[in-house]
């Protein structure tokens, strides 16, 4: 059992920077391959990025490809997204999720989610 906790989430300018966290429970954090996905009113959940068990591979979505950062430390039992060049569009709740098999956009493959947070970027 991993429980998941996002902090970090709040209201910036477009342009500006905001980081995230998600801190995990229990000792097996090293186990998991990790991940970012949002969800913004009226839409589905999508995937943000995702860092593998030992944060040698990262993905990311084209939307936020060279302007978001996933990063994770291992024995911290936490992971990151650092938000840079933040757009309008990036407004939404962000959820940190953990999977045990690498499936990385596939959000139904992910067994533990936080509880979301939420960044709200402005004109």
């Known amino acids: 059992q991993v429980q998941l906790v996002e902090s970090g989430g709040g209201l910036v300018q477009a342009g500006g920077s905001l980081s995230l966290s998600c801190a995990a429970s229990?000792?097996?954090?090293?186990?998991?391959?990790m991940a970012w996905f949002r969800q913004a009113p009226g839409k589905e959940r999508e995937f943000v990025a995702t860092i593998t068990r030992s944060g040698d591979t990262t993905y990311y979505a084209d939307s936020v490809k060279g302007r978001f950062t996933i990063s994770r430390d291992n024995p911290k039992n936490t992971v990151y997204l650092q938000m840079n060049s933040l757009k309008l569009e990036d407004t939404a709740v962000y959820y940190c999720?953990?999977?045990?098999?690498?499936?990385?956009?596939?959000?139904?493959?992910?067994?533990?989610w936080g509880q979301g947070t939420q960044v709200t970027v402005s004109s």
């Open positions: 229990g000792r097996t954090f090293s186990s998991y391959h």
């Open positions: 999720a953990a999977q045990r098999y690498y499936s990385p956009t596939n959000y139904a493959a992910y067994a533990y």
